[in-house]
């Protein structure tokens, strides 16, 4: 089966800059996340959602962060305006159901520097 | 809330040595466990994961983990690494929440394996 895909692979911008990103789920995978990793950390949950669907955005910051998912197939994650600790690979995660023993599907991520 | 530390953000050992990669959680519930790993510029692969019955897990690649409870804890073991073994390795715990699933990791441990 096709992995998650995720685009771009790389992204540089400037501060106070917009940008997106966008993921394409394995196919039939109910469940869709966007999780944070800075580099020296683990992945960060950021959004998920169950089909088209939100259900747990408590760690994005609103103020700067949008998600959404259409048609509950691919999503896109929105950042403006960017600040330099922004800097991160932003990974979009897939799973099948939303029991809590799915195990995840990674895509390979989007590098962002923020400058 | 649940949380994870990995104890050493960076294991070295000699090809055909044992690995041995530290992980201790804390929850409130009983948790499932996970070990993901990442290659450079990959997202993260599953390589085991803990959800009930037995508490000696075998995953992926010769690895495996032994849930123990009494000492909260769920170390990654190999019993002779291979130079392919050089990745960063996270733990994460998972807990319900409502409808959604918590999906906590560590902060990982880059291993390095040495000829």
């Known amino acids: 089966e096709a992995g998650v895909a995720q685009s771009p692979r790389y992204k540089i911008i400037e501060k106070r800059q917009s940008v997106a990103f966008w993921c394409n789920p394995i196919s039939g995978h109910a469940t869709l996340y966007w999780y944070q990793q800075i580099l020296g950390q683990g992945p960060k949950l950021l959004i998920q959602?169950?089909?088209?669907?939100?259900?747990?955005d408590s760690q994005l910051p609103k103020d700067r962060f949008s998600a959404e998912r259409l048609k509950g197939v691919d999503s896109t994650l929105k950042i403006q305006p960017a600040k330099l600790e922004d800097s991160a690979v932003y990974l979009c995660?897939?799973?099948?159901?939303?029991?809590?023993?799915?195990?995840?599907?990674f895509g390979n991520g989007t590098r962002l520097t923020v400058t | 809330a649940q949380s994870v530390t990995q104890l050493g953000s960076h294991v070295s050992v000699s090809e055909g040595a044992l690995v041995l990669l530290r992980c201790n959680y804390s929850?409130?519930?009983?948790?499932?466990l996970f070990w993901y790993v990442q290659y450079p510029n990959q997202g993260l692969q599953l390589l085991l994961k803990?959800?009930?019955?037995?508490?000696l897990v075998k995953g992926i690649n010769g690895f495996e983990a032994e849930f123990k409870k009494s000492e909260t804890s769920f170390h990654l073991t190999k019993p002779s690494a291979h130079m392919s073994d050089a990745a960063e390795y996270f733990c994460?715990?998972?807990?319900?929440?409502?409808?959604?699933?918590?999906?906590?990791f560590g902060s990982g441990t880059q291993l390095t394996v040495l000829p």
């Open positions: 995660a897939s799973s099948p159901g939303s029991s809590y023993n799915s195990p995840l599907h």
């Open positions: 994460a715990v998972s807990v319900p929440s409502g409808s959604a699933r918590q999906l906590t």
């Open positions: 929850s409130s519930v009983p948790p499932y």
């Open positions: 803990y959800t009930t019955g037995a508490t």
């Open positions: 959602f169950q089909n088209n669907g939100v259900v747990d």
